[in-house]
């Protein structure tokens, strides 16, 4: 039965929905667009393997036939261009030719074939040819008379080809003409009309009334001015005499890379080579002295002398090289080579014990210390010319006390957002280290405070912060590893380490290595190598959009 | 239910609707961790260790939200069609249900580290997500004392979304110091267009078919039994070329990303360090056509009616969607003719036991509201209750 109602429910019923609708909708407000939580993180990150050729550049490495590794270093000390030797300057020739006075036919000659010399402006030398790369001449001729002139210019000593150089063209009235031609790949006879000259051309010009011309007539005695500018030269190939000269070299420094990373201790090797490579590839004799050569450390300020006597203050001669007559390979160089090594100087002992990272170094370069001994038939090939390179050759067969090295790596995290979900925890560095030394490793953060690069926090967690050295067997008289040995480090992940890696700029990556103390030189051999692998394990902050 | 109110408006010939209906269950995730999930909270671990303790071997989770409008029609009495009613309605369909293991649940909410040295196990992990817009059309036959009434509605699909994920195989194995991981699956993963998961979007197209048959008895004056069979949702949906399925049947070792070399970051693997590279090297994943079947229903209901009251009982299965029988008993009390309450009981479906309770209001002028949740339970005490479900209608007859 049902009970009874008076009036409609609408008004109520549906008051009492809307706040009920308004409660369940109030009570889904979201708080974010995400949900998260944290998750406890075991997870390998990376693994690599290092070997040597991961440690010292490609270009520094040379693996010998055993698997035992030379460091191979190269410094320029001369990189002298014997372009400089024979530079032919911007030449300018003015001439006059006279004009015939007169009433003359179109087609009439009016200025007969009158040669001129060139001379070129080079100083101390004596130039017999050339070919040139780049030239170029600029012709400039005024014509004095009121009809067109006919001219034909040329320069019988600029063949290109067996054809000489020749311009056959026109000079309206009364007007200045103004081209300018290049003589790139002419060949440049510099022995002048009579072919026993030197540094000088001959020029040749005629020119007749243009036949178009009836006839006309010259009333005074007038000139063709022939105003011809040779510039911008560059020579290929030239061949004379170049000269008796002295080129200073330094002092100066260049860096030197082999040790860069190494801040201090002790790096001793078995054995060091240096060669000192002199390459000619000029037709010059040359002599070389090396005046003086240092190794410095400029991270503990220290600078020791080359003490060589059979090498340094000792005038080296490097004779002329030879024309092969070949165009693609024109020169046969001479190359004289100097060793400089631990009997003949103190270059293991002191020079590179002292761990250089720059080499300074004076020297002098004398060219024709003799005169003209090749009766005029030096010569210069473009891009040749005098080098000299020092060549450091270094079996990797060392004995290291607390040898620090040290990187320095630019870092920006700030922007990571996944580091700065983890909450807190480590990270596990697992190593099999194969190499015949143990390393003990850091990483510092470095941040700017107060405008100063600042070291903030260091990574891994100390004492067990060594990498330990392979273990090491005495086989066939040398010292090689036998097994791999393993070692774990850790980088506890706290909150303020988390945020001093994140706001860090740069990390320095320390490491001071030894090797073990049998004290005898260890080879370091291409197939070592050091496996190892990151481990993740921390607390991280897991939302739904990681 | 929502038939309550009819015979107070069997004159009317048109009925127009607007419905709406949620909910979330399931048999071991109480209601607060879902709806922290849901809101975006910081979850903390405490909570999720409470939940991780009350899971089963087997555990599942089912979802749906809906909505739609629906009109329907009784000709005259004069009409050659006067034995049957029409209708015609517009829904949006979401479903999402899902199984896993307690070991999945623990490595997605607790992470890896807990299985050092060990095993976690997702074997049969299954997760569908279905959303498509639903056009229907439909005839019913008009009560007739003593007679059976039945109906059917057809339906044309929109697909906007599916996503399907089975495991028959899932292992991840973490080593005692998490220098690797074994990861051991047979996993076929489903999914249309991902680029174009809008309300509306169209990625497939479907059918889908309603039927249902009913009878009434009259036991003795005032007591009466209805009983009904229906099937709802029996249809599948074809999804386009943009889909993809990806495979992943194999074990796959993870002992970190190899760097050539560490000490040259630029030229080196860390740009690869990211989840993509791991997921593309265990899975194999190709475009083309795929195709889904609706998770259907099947539906006994009997309505017995005394009075003021009635009694409605049934069982419910949805099939392939993780579904376990579900029974039910809810008891409608008439406070007035405009006025109903209801409350009951049910057992099974995605969640354990879940209490049902209900208001229906007549409010005159031909509207009628409807206010029902199948899991009250999930309002009053949501830290242990297992569900959590709303519907509401408004209807209109004229």
Redesign the interface.
Known sequence: ?????TK???NS??LF?LI??AF?LSS?????????????????????S?TIN??VSDTLIKINPDSTVNLVYTSSLINYSADSLAQIRDTNLVSGFPIFSGTFPGGYQIVPLTPTVMNFQVSGVVLKKAILKTEFINIIMSNPIGCTLIFDYEVPGATLGGIPFRVFDSIPGNTRYSKTFSLAGYSLDLTGPGGTSSNTMSVSIVAYISKNVLKYTIPNTTALIDSNRIYNTQAEYVQGYLGQSTKNIGPQRSAFSLFKSIRSGILNFSKINITLDMDNSVGVDATINLLKISSINTKTGTTVNLICPSVINNSINVSRASQTGNPASPVDSTIKSVVINSSNSNISTQFFANLPNQLAYSLQVLVNPLGNISGDNDFIYSGHGINANLQVNIPLSALASNLVLA?T?LLNLSNSKQIQKVNSGSL?L?LTNGLPFNAQVQIYTLNNINNKLTITDSLIQTPNNTILSANMAYIGNLWKVSSSVNSKLAIPLTKSKINNLVNAKKVIVLATFNTPAQNNFINIYSYYQLD??????F??N?STKN | MRECFDANYSDKRSTFSINADAFCNSNSIPVDFVDALYLGQNISSGFINNVAGNLNAENRIGAEFNYSIHYSYKPDSCSRYSKFEFFFSIQNRTHLDGRFSGDLFNLVFNGNKMFAGQTANFDNFNLNLLQYQQFQIGICSKIKAGGIRYGIGLSVLNGQQYQNILAKKAELYTSPDGEYINFNSDITYKQSNTSNTNLGSSNGAGFGVDAFAEKSFTIREELTEKIKFELKDIGMIWWNKSSRTAVADSLYHYDGISVNNILDPKNSAFSKLNSDSIFNKVVQSNPGKIASVLPGIIHFNSVTSYKTWQLSKGIRYMYDANYKLNVYLTGNYFITKRLMVSLGAAYGGYTVFSVNTGLGADLGSGFIVHLFSNNIEGFIIPQIALGQSVSVSIMKHF
Do not use: R
């Open positions: 039965m049902y009970l009874t109602m409609p429910l609408f019923y549906f929905f009920l609708t369940a889904c407000k979201k708080e974010s667009d995400q949900p998260s939580w944290d998750v406890d993180i075991l997870a390998p990150l990376i693994s690599s290092m991961n440690l990187d790596l596990y697992y190892f692998k990151l481990v993740a394990d607390n991280y897991l």
